[in-house]
């Protein structure tokens, strides 16, 4: 099924670290991806795992993957003002369709 | 590298009226797609096309909803007759092919029925 759940919102100082998690419900799903939105923009890819990793690590991205428990979490690494906005986790099913979470919306406080 | 352009950005029209969105995907992108995001939730896909031909309308509610994307590039989503139900932002997005490749998206169109 395309069911993915998440948390709704977080707040975070500047300069520490945010956690974003998500889980999903197709153990088929051959990729898993993270995208951005900021206020009034499209989505932005910012990064994605294959699902035969556990972790993949970009520059301040580190993606965890846990297959057994079909969760998968995203955390920023010194986390800066502009990283304020909407995080979405989301599968790929192999019909090309991509299923989104409701979206982690995080706050940064200077 | 030019993005995915949409048009017109915030749309406001009354129940039982039709409005039509434009989309201009990145050149050479064959995959175009159209998703419907309801506040507070994620995207949802309403219909995926593979130059001009449709590959999934499956969650495309066809009595009021119609896409169109003709000559492989450009796409009109339309919504006729408009319920408050579909107050909407709608993004489209495309991408080189189909299978994991990455979606780039547009800004959206906010569509506002009162």
């Known amino acids: 099924g395309e069911d993915v759940e998440q948390s709704l919102f977080l707040s975070v100082r500047e300069g520490d670290s945010s956690v974003i998690n998500c889980t999903y419900t197709?153990?088929?799903?051959?990729?898993l991806y993270w995208y951005k939105q900021e206020p009034g923009a499209g989505l932005q890819l910012l990064t994605y795992?294959?699902?035969?990793?556990d972790m993949k690590q970009d520059q301040r991205l580190t993606v965890l993957l846990n297959k057994k428990d079909k969760h998968l979490s995203l955390r920023i690494a010194d986390t800066q003002t502009g990283d304020s906005a909407i995080y979405f986790c989301a599968e790929f099913y192999g019909n090309n369709r991509l299923a989104f979470g409701k979206g982690n919306q995080v706050v940064v406080i200077p | 590298e030019a993005g995915v352009a949409q048009s017109p950005r915030y749309k406001i029209i009354e129940k039982r009226q039709s409005v039509a969105f434009w989309c201009n995907p990145i050149?050479?992108?064959?995959?175009l797609y159209w998703y419907q995001q309801i506040l507070g939730q994620g995207p949802k896909l309403l219909i995926q096309?593979?130059?001009?031909?449709?590959?999934?309308d499956s969650q495309l509610p066809k009595d009021r909803f119609s896409a169109e994307r003709l000559k492989g590039v450009d796409s009109t989503l339309k919504i006729q007759p408009a319920k408050l139900e579909d107050s909407a932002v709608y993004l489209c997005?495309?991408?080189?092919?189909?299978?994991?490749?990455?979606?780039?998206f547009g800004p959206g169109t906010r569509l506002t029925v009162l």
């Open positions: 795992i294959f699902s035969n990793m």
């Open positions: 050149s050479g992108h064959a995959t």
């Open positions: 997005a495309s991408s080189l092919g189909s299978f994991g490749n990455e979606q780039f």
């Open positions: 197709d153990s088929s799903s051959t990729y």
């Open positions: 096309f593979q130059n001009n031909g449709v590959v999934d």
